[in-house]
C-alpha cells in the first residue's frame, strides 16, 4: 500500500525525481524461457524439462508463457507468449552451438507480443556464447547491449547459469536486469532456481 508520497530519493548533489510504479503480486506476468538447446545441457535435460514444468504449475491462469529455444544462431525457435502451457518436449538437446546472445535478443522481440507490463525473460544457459551473429563485439560488450535494451524496453532479465568448464558468469551477471543472477552448481538445482 505504498504510495509514490512514500519514498524519496537522494544523490550527493540532492532530491532525484523518479517515476513510481505500483505492482501487486497478483498482477498477471509475461514470462518467456529462454532456454539452451545445445548437446551439453543432455545430462540435464530433464531437470530442464522438470523447471519449465514448473513454471506451467506455478503460473497464473491469465499468465503469458513464452519460449525461445536455442542452439546455434540458425537454430533458434519461439512459441509466443499465450495463456497455454509450455510444450516441454521442444528441449531436446540436439543442437550444435550455442548463440546465447542472438537467443536473448529473439527474446527481447517476443516480449513485444505480451499484453502485460510486467515482462520478464529467463535466460537459462550452461555455456558461453560462441555462435551469435547480431551483435558486434565479446561477450561482456553483448550482454551490456541486452541489458540496455531490455532496461529500456521495461523487461526483466533473470539468468541461471548452470556450472560447467564453459560458462561464463560475469556476462549472465550483466544481462540479469531487473531480476538477478542465480548460480546452479548442477542441473538439479534449476528447478528450484525457476
Request: hydrophobic share 40%; proline share 4%; aromatic share 6%.
Given at each position: 500500500?505504498?504510495?509514490a508520497k512514500d519514498f524519496r530519493l537522494f544523490s550527493r548533489s540532492g532530491p532525484l525525481s523518479f517515476q513510481f510504479e505500483a505492482?501487486?503480486?497478483?498482477?498477471?506476468?509475461?514470462?518467456?524461457?529462454?532456454?539452451?538447446?545445445?548437446?551439453?545441457?543432455?545430462?540435464?535435460?530433464?531437470?530442464?524439462?522438470?523447471?519449465?514444468?514448473?513454471?506451467?504449475?506455478?503460473?497464473?491462469?491469465?499468465?503469458?508463457?513464452?519460449?525461445?529455444?536455442?542452439?546455434?544462431?540458425?537454430?533458434?525457435?519461439?512459441?509466443?507468449?499465450?495463456?497455454?502451457?509450455?510444450?516441454?518436449?521442444?528441449?531436446?538437446?540436439?543442437?550444435?552451438?550455442?548463440?546465447?546472445?542472438?537467443?536473448?535478443?529473439?527474446?527481447?522481440?517476443?516480449?513485444?507480443?505480451?499484453?502485460?507490463?510486467?515482462?520478464?525473460?529467463?535466460?537459462?544457459?550452461?555455456?558461453?556464447?560462441?555462435?551469435?551473429?547480431?551483435?558486434?563485439?565479446?561477450?561482456?560488450?553483448?550482454?551490456?547491449?541486452?541489458?540496455?535494451?531490455?532496461?529500456?524496453?521495461?523487461?526483466?532479465?533473470?539468468?541461471?547459469?548452470?556450472?560447467?568448464?564453459?560458462?561464463?558468469?560475469?556476462?549472465?551477471?550483466?544481462?540479469?536486469?531487473?531480476?538477478?543472477?542465480?548460480?546452479?552448481?548442477?542441473?538439479?538445482?534449476?528447478?528450484?532456481?525457476?
Amino acid at each position: 500500500d505504498l504510495k509514490a508520497k512514500d519514498f524519496r530519493l537522494f544523490s550527493r548533489s540532492g532530491p532525484l525525481s523518479f517515476q513510481f510504479e505500483a505492482r501487486s503480486s497478483d498482477d498477471p506476468v509475461c514470462l518467456i524461457a529462454i532456454v539452451d538447446n545445445s548437446g551439453s545441457i543432455k545430462p540435464g535435460l530433464e531437470q530442464i524439462r522438470e523447471a519449465l514444468r514448473k513454471l506451467n504449475d506455478a503460473r497464473k491462469p491469465v499468465d503469458e508463457l513464452g519460449i525461445v529455444i536455442f542452439a546455434s544462431h540458425d537454430e533458434i525457435s519461439v512459441r509466443a507468449p499465450s495463456t497455454k502451457p509450455l510444450q516441454t518436449d521442444k528441449v531436446d538437446a540436439t543442437g550444435n552451438l550455442t548463440a546465447l546472445w542472438d537467443a536473448a535478443l529473439v527474446g527481447l522481440e517476443t516480449a513485444q507480443s505480451c499484453h502485460y507490463s510486467s515482462r520478464y525473460l529467463i535466460l537459462l544457459t550452461d555455456g558461453r556464447d560462441n555462435d551469435s551473429r547480431r551483435l558486434k563485439g565479446d561477450n561482456l560488450t553483448r550482454a551490456r547491449e541486452i541489458a540496455a535494451q531490455a532496461s529500456k524496453q521495461g523487461i526483466s532479465i533473470c539468468a541461471v547459469g548452470v556450472a560447467s568448464k564453459d560458462l561464463e558468469e560475469e556476462p549472465l551477471r550483466l544481462v540479469a536486469t531487473g531480476c538477478g543472477y542465480y548460480p546452479a552448481e548442477n542441473f538439479d538445482q534449476v528447478a528450484s532456481l525457476f
